[in-house]
């Protein structure tokens, strides 16, 4: 049971925002990408209606694989240098929260993994969830699919 709004931000809480409907999914990414953004073993994607998304405070953005079909804007705390949100561009249908920086940090669980063929030797996986060894080829279908099952309505 998800109750909307679903609110976070950066660590030091300059960065804000709220999603005011129930989001598509939420997996574990384990490219390298992932890894040297969180600086961390994976990264936490909450995949989320970019209209339903509202932010406050003062954000800087990064462009990741600029001038590439992968191009992605990510947007930081310019305070405390948190990654708060994923997208491809201000118009983007599709954004991805990054899932340390929601509030409540228990309410959800991943329903998959993917880019485990990168995956840290020590990071187990559920044998339940979900697992792709590069990007899902279906365009992260059952990975939504998933999630509408265990959290939908
Ligand atoms: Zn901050
Ligand atoms: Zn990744």
């Known amino acids: ?24 999914t939420l997996y574990c990414c384990h490219c390298t990408e992932c890894q040297a953004q969180s600086a961390s073993a994976f990264g936490t ?5 970019g ?9 800087k953005s990064f462009r990741r694989d600029k001038g ?18 994923h997208r491809r561009d201000s118009s983007s249908v599709d954004c991805s929260i990054k899932g340390g ?3 409540d ?12 063929r990168s995956k840290q030797g020590w990071v187990e996986l559920p044998d339940e969830t979900l697992q792709f060894e590069t990007q899902p080829e279906d ?3 059952e990975l939504i699919a998933a999630f509408s099952k265990r959290y939908g309505p």
């Open 105 to 116: 940090k228990h309410g959800m669980e991943p329903v998959g993994h993917i880019w485990t």
């Open 45 to 49: 994607s909450l995949r989320c209606d």
């Open 68 to 85: 590439r079909s992968t191009e992605v804007e990510c947007l930081f705390c310019p305070y405390c240098g948190s990654r708060v949100l």
């Open 51 to 59: 209209a339903s998304v509202k932010l406050s405070g003062e954000a």
């Open 101 to 103: 920086s929601l509030d």
């Open 139 to 141: 365009g992260y279908v």
């Open 1 to 24: 049971m998800i109750t909307l709004p679903l609110k976070g931000g950066c660590q030091c809480g300059q960065l804000r925002y709220e999603i005011n409907a129930l989001p598509q």
